[in-house]
């Protein structure tokens, strides 16, 4: 399940991190009066009643001075980039910081709480909370984190701003009652013992949509097939499969995989799909950027760093350039690359991985998926459903 980013921010000392603990239940974050405590942001997964699944973003203080301050605010722009709600913490009428992080969030579509924080400290409050909220022109909530007032209005606001829109992994390729193949290479860089998180939210899906999913490795699939009475509607797989797995695919039965699956349900499918064309255009001495989302251990066989670059180098020289990052580290300037091609990024949600889309189409760089990058170099992406 996607779960909702919520970034908490504001001014060294304007209670952030207090308001993490509240709402977390939990120690999240080092509570201080010392400025700058808050050094890097810091994630929580919770589960909000009436919003579900969630994560919680503590943040360095907008107006952080200190001697690493000015990096540490940097990095706030990378919250922004996985950000669906705001909350901007105010703790007196000088603003003009906040206002700017507001408008920041109105270019990036971010929808904003404003709240007035420690009110247990602020005498007159209910008059500091209307003279902002006339400034401002938004509703200003007033809360104290330490005693917990006014939290559950807070809490209520940020239901309310929880995303509507209802999106599946498999929209348009099966329906109720349909049978669905998964083909699951089980090989040395699975982890062992368990499922990949693709997999898992693909097979709860189906599940839930009504569907029969069947699961396999591509070694047992003809015993799989045979065992059908029909052919499945759907066969999912694993990219690295593609080719395997395109060979035995009854012609009644539609290919995907679990990558593709998560570029349209996180990303662009149709920008993707148009990126890859720039495969044509490259040469030996070309620069391509592989971005991946987890920060996993890299292993035998890996597809990002091992197998995605032996096949590009294979088809357009030793000497093509190939610079690989994973997790947050992606490059606020992407010009010096001929194509980004991006992982599935099935730890990252929508918002995450729409602002890298963006960044690279506003760049005028082509930008394009791990699964339809594969099907490209193997000459199956034709054969495929996207």
Do not use: W
């Not at 509240?22 to 909000?48: C, H, L, M």
């Not at 605010?73 to 910081?97: H, M, Q």
């Not at 982890?191 to 899906?205: A, D, F, S, Y």
């Amino acid at each position: 399940m996607e779960r909702t980013h919520i970034a908490i921010l504001g001014r060294c000392n304007a209670g952030k991190s207090t308001l993490v603990n509240r709402i977390t239940g939990q120690d999240t974050s080092i509570v201080s009066d010392t400025r700058g405590t808050t050094t890097d942001p810091v994630q929580k997964a919770i589960e909000i009643n009436g919003l579900g699944a969630a994560i919680i973003i503590d943040t360095p203080g907008i107006d952080d001075d200190t001697l690493l301050g000015n990096e540490r605010v940097a990095r706030i722009g990378k919250v922004l980039d996985k950000t669906d709600i705001a909350v901007i913490l105010l703790t007196d009428e000088e603003c003009n910081a906040e206002r700017t992080l507001i408008e920041e969030c109105r270019v990036r579509e971010i929808p904003v709480l404003v709240a007035l924080a420690h009110i247990d400290r602020i005498a007159d409050y209910p008059s500091l909370q209307a003279t902002l909220s006339k400034q401002l022109g938004r509703e200003v909530i007033a809360i104290s984190a330490l005693t917990g007032e006014g939290i559950d209005l807070l809490m209520q606001r940020i239901v309310a701003l929880r995303p509507t829109e209802e999106r599946l992994i498999t929209e348009g390729l099966c329906q109720a009652g349909d049978c669905v193949l998964l083909v699951m290479p089980q090989d040395k860089s699975a982890p062992k013992g368990r499922l990949i998180q693709p997999q898992v939210q693909t097979i709860r899906e189906l599940l839930d949509r009504g569907c029969t999913p069947i699961c396999c490795t591509p070694d047992r699939m003809p015993q799989a097939l045979e065992a059908l009475a029909t052919p499945p509607r759907l066969i999912i797989t694993d990219s690295q499969a593609f080719a395997e797995v395109y060979k035995l695919k009854p012609e009644a039965s539609a290919l995907t995989s679990f990558s593709i699956l998560f570029a349209r349900y996180k990303g662009d499918i149709h920008l993707f799909t148009e990126g890859a064309k720039a495969l044509n255009t490259l040469t030996a001495s070309s620069r391509i950027l592989i971005a991946e989302a987890c920060t996993h251990t890299p292993q035998h066989e890996d597809i990002g760093r091992v197998k995605l670059p032996r096949l590009l180098r294979k088809r357009f020289g030793e000497t093509l350039h190939i610079d690989i990052v994973s997790g947050n580290d992606y490059p606020e300037e992407l010009t010096p690359y001929d194509l980004v091609i991006h992982c599935g990024a099935c730890m990252f949600n929508r918002k995450h991985v729409l602002s890298r889309i963006e960044r690279a189409r506003q760049q005028g760089v082509p930008i394009t998926n791990y699964g339809i990058v594969l099907a490209a170099l193997t000459g199956t992406l034709s054969h495929l459903s996207l």
